[in-house]
């Protein structure tokens, strides 16, 4: 099977053991005819019982000057979208070609990793949400593929069992590295935010059609920015365990620096919150439910006894026939008691945080024509207002000017993990649809809708800002779209390339897993 090394094609069926041999040198022909001298780019490999290098794969460079010595590049006669998308194919090939291991014998594989990652993108960005889809999609745009892509196919078609195999040997944390080499460059950087900083929701999912060999459901817990959009980093919660243990396993390895970072109640821990101040460098903004029945009291407590000293803001948002006015009430976290404060970590210096949120819902237009048919007795009320107070507790500085901005912003923007992200896999993806039980393969499934929601979004906020798009584009929309047209979706996977790697050209290391 066909496969892309170092940027060039190599058309023929491997083994690891030579593919770990090959090497990359250039090379001069010159043309007797014309006198013309092109240089050559050249994969090969050394034959012990030939003692030479075997070449098995070209790519021209240009022709070389013969008064200044410089090459000149070659101009191919393709469309401008198809030259773009190719780069962008071969990128994504080249590196899982680099990253991913193929576990399977290579003297049997037919169908190439790199190759099959790049159909399974394709597909997935049109709502292919598991092997049938993928497979379906491989078949029916085959010959598409192969003219505009360059992709070489055997004669026969990939089966459901072969795509089944892929996904569940290749391995999880490879496919996550290839996928933040990608995401991570986009993330807003700190001397980028100003201000305002960059929320990241911490959230888990149960994924309901997965279910593991004891018929139990596979969880999953991601890090979203709610500013991209993109959720970067995700790992599988074990069947024995919750949240807690795989949050602390992320951020660990993350740096956070100049952002905020949400949860619920389950995340209200002192080891989590101290690995996300020391080790992590971001601030946090947890709820405060009221099971925690001490630490609730007592803020309650202290907003009625220091009313007169709290740092108020106030938020209005208006939409969907409703009208939602936010306050916020802020107290430095140094008033809570000794006890509170060893188990809050940083909460010292912190804040402690009050919303109250008033909501009015007006009745549409059917709503009140049915109204004035009834009679004055049976007529409903125009509007409904209720009324909702949430506390929270913060490392955010009650000194910084910008503190009840970001709180807000946190707070309102900790929901975007569930319209955004998960809302999204579970209908317009058809997540909940899938059927699996290797936890390989769960994993890799979500990883693979989360790449292709990356790209849509990043895509879908990029048009926005240029007036191709409307707000009012969804991205179940942008799917159905995508869903028969590979030429389509090449071009939105083309410029999430580019822009990944204009970002990472142009921008400090965005942090990583260490």
């Known amino acids: 099977m066909a496969f892309v090394f170092e940027g060039i094609l190599v058309r023929k069926n491997l083994p690891a053991s030579v593919r770990k041999k090959l090497v990359v040198d250039t090379y ?25 290098n075997v070449p098995v794969g070209s790519k021209k460079l240009g022709e070389i000057d013969p008064e200044t010595g410089k090459v000149h590049e070659v101009l191919r006669k393709q469309s401008p979208v198809r030259k773009i998308v190719a780069s962008a194919i ?28 790049d159909v399974a993108i394709l597909a997935a960005m049109g709502g292919g949400n598991g092997s049938k889809q993928i497979a379906e999609y491989w078949k029916n745009n085959r010959a598409l593929l192969q003219e505009r892509w360059g992709f070489v196919f055997p004669k026969s078609n990939p ?33 980028q935010r100003g201000a305002d900083k960059d929320v990241v929701a911490i959230d888990g999912q149960v994924v309901r059609a997965f279910r593991t060999e004891l018929d139990r459901q596979h969880q999953m817990l991601s890090f979203y920015s709610t500013e991209t959009g993109i959720a970067f980093c995700q790992v599988r919660i074990d069947t024995k365990s919750n949240e807690k243990p795989a949050a602390l396993k992320l951020v660990h390895r993350l740096d956070l620096s100049g952002t905020i970072v949400t949860g619920d109640a389950m995340h209200c ?23 925690q029945s001490e630490t609730a009291t007592e803020v309650q407590d202290l907003f009625k006894m220091h009313e007169a000293e709290v740092l108020v803001g106030t938020q209005k948002d208006r939409g969907h026939g409703r009208v939602e006015v936010r306050t916020t009430y802020v107290l430095p976290g140094h008033l809570l008691s000794a006890p509170i404060k060893k188990r809050w970590f940083g909460i010292e210096y912190g804040s402690i945080v009050k919303q109250v949120s008033q909501r009015t ?45 970001n709180v807000q912003r946190a707070v309102r923007n900790h929901w975007g ?50 007036g191709e798009m409307t707000e009012r584009t969804s991205v179940s929309s942008i799917i159905r779209s995508l869903q028969n ?7 939105y996977l083309d410029i999430f390339v580019h822009e990944s790697a204009l970002a990472a050209a142009t921008s400090p290391k965005e942090p990583q897993v260490k």
């Open 159 to 191: 089966a459901i069992a072969t795509i089944n195999r892929i996904m569940q040997l290749v391995d999880p944390e490879q496919f996550q590295t290839l996928y933040q080499e990608l995401v991570f460059p986009l993330l807003p950087l700190p001397n």
């Open 28 to 52: 001069k022909k010159k043309d007797k005819r014309t006198g013309r001298v092109d240089l050559y780019r050249r994969v090969s490999y050394y034959d012990p019982a030939k003692r030479f």
């Open 485 to 491: 047209s590979p030429r389509l979706a090449g071009e």
């Open 269 to 291: 821990e002192r080891k989590l919150l101290e690995t996300l101040m020391c080790t992590a460098r971001a601030d946090y903004c947890m709820a405060l439910k009221m099971n």
């Open 417 to 466: 993990i569930e319209n955004g992200l998960h809302h999204v896999l579970d209908v317009d993806f058809g997540q909940d649809t899938m059927q699996a039980k290797n936890a390989n393969y769960v994993t890799n499934m979500t990883q693979l809708n989360k790449m292709a929601l990356a790209i849509i979004e990043l895509v879908r906020r990029r048009k926005i800002k240029a």
């Open 361 to 405: 819902i007006s009745l549409t237009k059917t709503q009140m024509a049915m109204n004035n048919a009834c009679d004055e007795e049976e007529k409903k009320v125009e509007a409904e207002t209720t009324t909702q107070t949430r506390y929270y507790l913060t490392s955010l500085s009650p000194l910084c000017p910008a503190i009840v901005r």
């Open 90 to 117: 071969l990128e994504i090939s080249d590196k899982a070609e680099k990253q991913l291991d193929d576990q399977r014998q290579q003297t049997k594989v037919i169908y190439g990793l790199p190759v099959a990652l």
